[in-house]
């Protein structure tokens, strides 16, 4: 199930559409600075969060409007003939959530005056309760990888702060070494993580149903974190996801981060230098951060299109005995043009440093198109490129699957992972709901694959796998001219 989302004329972004899947995981919004990640996941979470319009977005066109649609459901935020936000519903949209953005739009201090703050600054320690275990263990945990670091973490709501003093929501408190600090004196990494798990608690308590979507959407939280948190972090959030059945967003530039998210669930905001939008999804962290700081060091760097070109290569040095005395690294950048720019910005950059040697091996069906790319860009940076005799993985299966059917390969899929809807029917549906010749890149015919694979709790992963397998019981001439690539490359 995925939410659709649809932006038009919000702040940098002219328009967009986007489908957010609901199912719980950790997923990042990425892009260069000003993509529009921020926009995006402010606008998005508009889906259940009544947020003051022109405060969030400022000034905005008369046609400027936010749509929603889930399970049948429509939602939507226009403007009337009074250029007055307004919200339509209509049909069942039933999802839950919450939206932790920056200082000045998170959820921290929403209408509190400077006043206000001071009074609470000063408020009755009779007037504090102590704060819920669920926030004051992980607040130690993730800060300092200890649960009981914050020992006596309080609280107080406006509903006991006494009529002179109104604020919104709760206001926490920790004490320590006979002092008492407020969250208006906390560091920011504090204020913002005690906001976090704040929400995140109140949403553990009105799950009445798991079953019900509920979307988490942070918008840069490593700006206030350290590395070694966010690390804690990201295994907290991963856990509380599983439990809770939360999809949790991330709006971020963080290697930490996006390193720990599979690319099917990393989304790339890219600005075309005509002011366009295009979102890259899957995306790999290789080409999200634009970074290769953490693999320098090793000897030899293969930059690959995706998933399948990396496992194929990973397999076949090791089935030959490649690896002896190197250390190989093999990275997935996306598509044949990713890996063509960052190949070039590795060498103009020397992101990884002299002591490594860069090649690129391509998908075999897009040779034309790569050396159109090269000429056309003026590309000379005598990097050794070479072609795998396969295609993505989008593309392989159609053609294996539906253009020219391979039987060995659709029987072994069948009986191992499409049990319950079998690989005819999700071909059959196809070609009836789909116009194929519109098709070539197999995207259309991959993502009814990969909706199976979803309702069945399968991975991407576990088919790469299975597909790899059968190439390598293939013993193909292609995959033996692609080995002794392998073997000269590194060999130099």
Request: glycine share 8%.
């Given at each position: 199930m995925k939410l659709g989302v649809e932006i038009n004329k919000i702040k940098s972004i002219e328009n967009l559409k986007i489908d957010l899947p609901v199912e719980k995981g950790l997923y990042a919004i990425t892009g260069q600075n000003g993509s529009?990640?921020?926009?995006?996941?402010?606008?998005?979470?508009?889906?259940?969060?009544?947020?003051?319009?022109?405060?969030?977005?400022?000034?905005?066109?008369?046609?400027?409007?936010?749509?929603?649609?889930?399970?049948?459901?429509?939602?939507?935020?226009?403007?009337?003939?009074?250029?007055?936000?307004?919200?339509?519903?209509?049909?069942?949209m039933s999802i839950k959530g919450f939206y932790e953005g920056s200082v000045i739009f998170g959820t921290r201090f929403r209408n509190t005056s400077f006043h206000i703050l001071s009074k609470l600054d000063r408020i009755e320690r009779s007037k504090l309760d102590a704060a819920d275990d669920f926030i004051k263990e992980n607040l130690g945990k993730i800060l300092h990888n200890n649960p009981s670091y914050y020992e006596k973490l309080l609280k107080i709501n406006n509903r006991d702060a006494g009529p002179d003093i109104q604020f919104s929501g709760d206001i926490f408190y920790y004490e320590k070494q006979g002092r008492r600090v407020s969250q208006f004196h906390m560091s920011t990494g504090e204020n913002l993580l005690i906001s976090v798990l704040h929400s995140i608690n109140l949403r553990n308590n009105d799950r009445a149903s798991l079953s019900k979507p509920c979307i988490l959407f942070l918008d840069e939280i490593e700006l206030a974190l350290h590395p070694s948190s966010l690390k804690r972090l990201v295994a907290f959030l991963t856990e509380i996801s599983k439990i809770y059945n939360y999809a949790i967003y991330f709006s971020t530039h963080s290697i930490e981060l996006i390193g720990a998210i599979k690319p099917d669930n990393i989304f790339f905001l890219e600005r075309h230098a005509d002011g366009s939008l295009e979102m890259l999804n899957p995306c790999y962290p290789a080409y999200a951060t634009r970074i290769l700081y953490d693999h320098s060091g090793y000897d030899y760097i293969f930059l690959v299109e995706d998933d399948l070109a990396k496992e194929v290569i990973n397999r076949l040095l090791r089935e030959h005995g490649l690896l002896s005395s190197k250390l190989v690294h093999v990275l997935p950048c996306g598509g044949y043009t990713n890996v063509i720019e960052l190949a070039r910005e590795v060498v103009?950059?020397?992101?990884?440093?002299?002591?490594?040697?860069?090649?690129?091996?391509?998908?075999?069906?897009?040779?034309?198109?790569?050396?159109?790319?090269?000429?056309?860009?003026?590309?000379?940076?005598n990097i050794p490129l070479n072609y795998l005799p396969i295609e993505s993985l989008e593309k392989y299966l159609k053609s294996k699957l539906h253009d020219r059917i391979d039987h060995k390969l659709f029987r072994h899929l069948n009986d191992f992972i499409f049990h319950q809807v079998s690989l005819t029917e999700i071909v059959e549906k196809y070609k009836v709901e789909i116009d194929v010749s519109k098709d070539k890149n197999g995207k259309k015919f991959y993502k009814r694959i990969d909706d199976e694979l979803r309702n069945r709790g399968k991975s991407r992963s576990d088919l790469v796998e299975m597909v790899v397998q059968h190439l390598m019981t293939e013993k193909s001439p292609e995959l033996e001219k692609t080995v002794e690539y392998l073997k000269r490359q590194l060999a130099t």
């Open positions: 529009g990640k921020s926009t995006l996941v402010m606008a998005a979470s508009t889906v259940f969060f009544n947020m003051r319009m022109n405060d969030y977005f400022g000034f905005t066109d008369q046609d400027s409007y936010v749509k929603f649609s889930l399970n049948g459901g429509t939602r939507s935020w226009t403007k009337n003939s009074n250029n007055r936000w307004t919200m339509n519903s209509n049909g069942n103009n950059s020397n992101l990884v440093g002299k002591t490594s040697t860069i090649s690129i091996i391509l998908d075999g069906d897009v040779k034309a198109e790569a050396q159109k790319y090269i000429a056309d860009n003026g590309v000379s940076n």
